[in-house]
């Protein structure tokens, strides 16, 4: 398994994981061979990115935190959630509709973390430039409540915090569209009507039947920052709830490493390095320390350079060396093919460091 950037991707590879869209639905299933109109549909919705088969990989592979048919649930009910925020005006009996459909899928995605606690989190999200809302609400679901279950919460805090998690933007639907889908930089005043989005997002929840003060304050908190640089209120450290300061993170990251409309998303390892930066003086170090312990900073499947030139695949990813993956060599320096591929252990090599993640125009093997 490797991941190719949709540009790479050639007619007759293989996906090795389902393809969802905006709206949770399968745009291609696993195993399924890709066709050229695959391919042109794929480039109009978005996707960026493909996992595919490589003989040479046939061994590869790599758990994600929850199931293809969980993300892809949970995106479709929160599009539709949405929908029915959208036209519901005050967004009262929108939510209301919903409840217990949130509290179905956040049940199944802590069922799911529980069982996967030692599952690393190594996978990139693919996802089409349409329906950021839906697929970075799941997203960081998934992330929090991943942190919370490492940072020992019990079940009914875990509960909570995955349904503040969830609906943590869904203030963002009383934000004028033209805001949202402005695409560039906002200005100073459509920055200050964004900022609000926390508050109509608390107003709306307060009238939902899982209300609770954990998941409310995530919803109102998720963007306040250590040392008072956040927003709407400017909290500082303390005052901001434990669960908020768990999202804030998922949020951050979450939308770091997705595509926007006036830049490309970071790459992973380039995600973790502008976190890490910030550190203390933006968000919470034991929650940090918990995303970054438990997160890779090159996933399964991306092609790496190393500083002697070589490149290779990530095959596998060790806790507590997640900077250091196990990598199958396919490229010598020129990245001609390498005549033996092998894999070599970054943690048991100190003379070699990986230089950055790379898109060659070598194709993936059928």
């Known amino acids: 398994m490797r991941i190719l950037s949709i540009d790479q ?59 293809s048919e969980v993300r892809s649930e949970s995106r479709a009910l929160v599009a539709k959630m949405i929908k029915d925020l959208d036209a519901s005006g005050t967004g009262k009996k929108g939510i209301a ?42 997203n960081c679901c998934v992330i929090s409540t991943m942190i919370a279950v490492k940072m020992n919460y019990d079940i009914k805090a875990l509960r909570q915090l995955a349904v503040g998690a969830l609906l943590h933007d869904i203030g963002l ?10 695409p560039g930089l906002l200005t100073d005043q459509e920055y200050d009507t964004v900022k609000q989005h926390p508050r109509y997002g608390y107003e709306i929840f307060r009238t939902s039947t899982l209300f609770s003060e954990l ?40 939308a770091l490493t997705t595509d926007k409309s006036y830049r490309d ?37 991306s092609h790496v350079l190393l500083s002697n030139g070589e490149s290779g695949v990530v095959i596998k990813n060790t806790p507590g060396f997640l900077l250091r993956p196990v990598i199958r060599l396919l490229c010598k320096k020129d990245l001609t093919p390498h005549p033996a591929p092998y894999d070599l252990d970054l943690k048991n090599v100190t003379n070699l460091t990986i230089a950055g993640v790379i898109d060659i125009n070598e194709p993936a093997a059928d």
Do not use: C
Not at 27 to 54: F, S, T
Not at 173 to 182: A, D, E, H, N, T
Not at 234 to 251: E, M, Q
């Open 265 to 301: 998303g970071y790459a992973v390892h380039e995600a973790i390095e502008m976190l890490t930066s910030w550190g203390g003086e933006m968000f919470d170090l034991e929650v940090l320390n918990a995303f970054l312990q438990n997160t890779a900073a090159y996933p399964v499947g």
């Open 97 to 138: 509709i919903k409840d217990k459909d949130i509290l179905t899928i956040v049940t199944k995605i802590i069922g799911e973390l529980i069982d996967n606690r030692d599952v690393l989190f190594q996978l990139r999200d693919i996802r089409g430039h349409d329906g950021y809302l839906f697929a970075h609400s799941v």
């Open 9 to 67: 991707v050639r007619p007759g590879m293989i996906t090795k994981k389902p393809i969802l869209g905006f709206l949770g639905q399968v745009l291609l299933n696993a195993d399924v061979p890709i066709k050229e109109r695959h391919i042109y549909y794929l480039k109009q919705m978005g996707i960026n990115a493909v996992y595919v088969h490589d003989e040479r990989l046939g061994d590869v592979g790599a758990d994600d935190l929850i199931s």
């Open 215 to 254: 998941a409310g304050d995530i919803i109102h908190q998720h963007h306040e920052r250590s040392q008072g640089q956040g927003y709407p209120a400017g909290l500082r450290d303390s005052n901001i709830s434990g669960p908020a300061r768990i999202v804030a993170v998922a949020d951050v990251y979450d």
């Open 173 to 182: 639907v009383g934000v004028p569209g033209m805001i949202l889908k402005k």
